[in-house]
């Protein structure tokens, strides 16, 4: 079982920047991917950006690429992301998610199904 803690969220005016980060307890010695998803009020849930278990690869929707940057540190327990050049359609809960299975087809990154693990998310407002 991994648990999933989500911080960093608030408010800030469009063009400002954030940085959310994501601690892993438990079982986290699990060599698979991790990612973010958002989810805006009346939306569903949506892939924003993804990283290999390695940090050697690393996955962005189109609507955040070159704005947003996802990481993780050494121990591979905390899971960043760097958000730039915030805008107002970016405002939607956070939420951090675990994969617990290998996948060779990287499309897998993109989809929530392919997530076992879920934190319980961050508000993000971007104010215009």
């Known amino acids: 079982q991994v648990r999933l803690a989500e911080s960093g969220g608030g408010l800030v005016q469009a063009g400002g920047s954030l940085r959310l980060s994501c601690v892993a307890s438990g079982r986290t010695d699990s060599p698979y991917g991790m990612g973010w998803f958002r989810q805006a009020p009346g939306k569903e849930r949506e892939f924003v950006a993804a990283?290999?278990?390695?940090?050697?690869?690393?996955y962005y929707a189109d609507s955040v690429k070159g704005r947003f940057t996802i990481s993780r540190e050494g121990s591979k327990k905390t899971l960043y992301l760097q958000m730039n050049s915030l805008k107002p359609e970016d405002t939607a809960v956070y939420y951090c998610a675990q994969q617990n299975t290998y996948y060779t087809n990287t499309r897998n990154y993109y989809t929530s199904n392919s997530y076992h693990d879920w934190g319980q998310g961050t508000q993000v407002t971007v104010s215009s």
């Open positions: 990283i290999s278990w390695s940090g050697r690869n690393t």
